[in-house]
């Protein structure tokens, strides 16, 4: 059904509308979306399926990577069609209308989405409002959220850790986990401070940030890195990471490994470059870290293949927008979990 809808409808309007449709969908029709799995049309994880990643428990393995809402307006929607958590964002100190248009591509032929946007969000001021206004309600304190951050266009790199305590300061308070995100190919020289040494203060500050905004709670924090990093600069990250005592990887965001114009690629395509990194991460890193593997999951062998690298949690994206929300309850329920995972 959906892939017919997807096919004769989804498919003739523009890539980001389209986006933009979605989450509203979403926002303001999660009741429909909650009496859908209340009735049995969305499959519900097992007991089984609860994975359990730093200090935090998950009703499941796989979640939405960041990206789709980028400014928390849908998380109860996104949680009840089968995620296991959402992580929002990226969102910067700033407010920032992003790249100019267009800005996102469908890559119909190999199922893949190519997107340039450059971090357009709300900034993180208008995001801790509304998870503030989420967390005051049962359901709200239940979801489980992380919250992705990053520097404003306009920062240099030589400022961009100021702009990573700012918006885990703002916003500590509300997220289960922090990402910072230093690895999309759309800000301009995000991806450069991925070398250890221009990491290494950021993510420094990204901590300071995080526990002054929260002092009672120590919340995870993570560092999402690029599939496109030599593997002795994955190795590094690792290593900086475990050094700075962080609590995972995200391993990976969009590739610029292709020749389809500008942007960074998601969805199949990126899937075995994406497990590649994500098997170099997880024996690096020997169980000091925990692991989030993302790129590529388009089905529940791809997301099966992912889980069973030794990674704590997954995640999708593209795979959601091409297969939709009863896919991913499908793969929640009938992915089969390592031991080690359950906690």
Same mark, same amino acid.
Request: with cysteine; charged share 25%.
């Given at each position: 059904?959906?892939?017919?809808?997807?096919?004769?409808v989804?498919?003739?309007?523009d890539?980001?509308l389209?986006?933009?449709?979605?989450v509203?969908?979403?926002?303001f029709?999660?009741?429909?979306v909650?009496?859908a799995r209340a009735?049995?049309? !969305?499959a519900r994880? *097992?007991?089984?399926? #609860?994975?359990?990643?730093f200090?935090?428990?998950?009703?499941?393995?796989?979640?939405l990577?960041a990206?789709?809402?980028?400014?928390?307006e @849908?998380?109860?929607?996104?949680?009840?069609?089968?995620?296991?958590?959402?992580?929002?964002?990226?969102?910067?100190?700033?407010a920032q209308p992003?790249?100019?248009k267009?800005?996102?591509w469908?890559?119909?032929?190999?199922?893949?989405i *190519?997107n340039?946007?450059g971090f +357009?969000?709300e900034?993180?001021?208008a995001?801790a %409002?509304r998870?503030?206004?989420?967390?005051?309600?049962? %359901?709200?304190r239940?979801?489980?959220?992380?919250v992705?951050?990053?520097? +404003?266009?306009?920062?240099?790199?030589?400022?961009?850790?100021?702009d990573y305590?700012?918006c885990?300061?703002?916003l500590? @308070?509300?997220? /289960?986990y922090l990402v910072v995100?230093?690895?999309?190919p759309?800000?301009?020289?995000?991806r /450069?401070?991925?070398?250890?040494?221009?990491? %290494?203060?950021?993510l420094e500050? #990204?901590?300071?940030?995080?526990?002054e905004?929260?002092?009672?709670?120590r919340?995870? !924090?993570?560092?999402k890195? @690029?599939? /496109?990093l030599a593997d002795?600069?994955?190795d590094?990250?690792?290593d900086? @990471?475990?050094?700075?005592?962080?609590?995972?990887?995200?391993a990976?965001?969009t590739?610029i #490994?292709?020749?389809r114009?500008?942007?960074?690629?998601?969805?199949?395509?990126l899937?075995?470059?994406a497990?590649?990194v994500?098997?170099?991460?997880v024996d690096?890193?020997?169980?000091? !870290?925990?692991?989030?593997g993302?790129?590529?999951?388009d089905s529940l062998e791809?997301a099966?293949?992912?889980?069973?690298?030794?990674?704590?949690?997954i995640?999708?994206?593209?795979?959601?927008v091409?297969?939709?929300p009863?896919?991913?309850?499908?793969? +929640?329920r009938?992915?089969?979990?390592p031991?080690? #995972?359950?906690?």
């Amino acid at each position: 059904m959906y892939r017919w809808f997807y096919d004769l409808v989804v498919v003739r309007v523009d890539a980001e509308l389209a986006h933009r449709l979605a989450v509203l969908g979403f926002r303001f029709g999660w009741p429909l979306v909650g009496l859908a799995r209340a009735v049995g049309l !969305l499959a519900r994880p *097992r007991p089984e399926s #609860a994975v359990e990643a730093f200090g935090v428990r998950f009703p499941a393995p796989m979640g939405l990577a960041a990206g789709m809402d980028k400014n928390a307006e @849908a998380v109860l929607g996104l949680l009840r069609a089968g995620f296991s958590h959402v992580e929002v964002g990226t969102v910067t100190p700033v407010a920032q209308p992003g790249n100019e248009k267009p800005r996102s591509w469908r890559e119909l032929d190999v199922r893949g989405i *190519r997107n340039r946007m450059g971090f +357009n969000n709300e900034g993180a001021e208008a995001m801790a %409002r509304r998870l503030a206004w989420l967390r005051s309600s049962r %359901r709200g304190r239940e979801a489980v959220i992380g919250v992705n951050i990053g520097k +404003n266009k306009v920062t240099s790199a030589s400022d961009a850790a100021s702009d990573y305590f700012s918006c885990a300061q703002s916003l500590a @308070a509300y997220a /289960d986990y922090l990402v910072v995100n230093v690895s999309s190919p759309n800000t301009p020289g995000l991806r /450069d401070l991925q070398g250890v040494e221009s990491l %290494r203060p950021i993510l420094e500050a #990204a901590r300071a940030g995080a526990d002054e905004g929260s002092p009672d709670s120590r919340v995870p !924090l993570l560092v999402k890195i @690029a599939p /496109d990093l030599a593997d002795e600069d994955i190795d590094a990250a690792v290593d900086l @990471a475990v050094e700075l005592g962080l609590d995972g990887i995200v391993a990976t965001n969009t590739t610029i #490994a292709h020749d389809r114009g500008p942007g960074g690629l998601s969805g199949a395509p990126l899937f075995p470059r994406a497990i590649e990194v994500v098997r170099r991460v997880v024996d690096r890193a020997a169980g000091r !870290l925990a692991v989030v593997g993302v790129g590529g999951i388009d089905s529940l062998e791809d997301a099966q293949a992912m889980l069973d690298t030794g990674v704590d949690l997954i995640q999708c994206y593209t795979g959601f927008v091409y297969n939709g929300p009863g896919w991913v309850s499908r793969v +929640n329920r009938d992915l089969v979990v390592p031991v080690k #995972a359950r906690g």
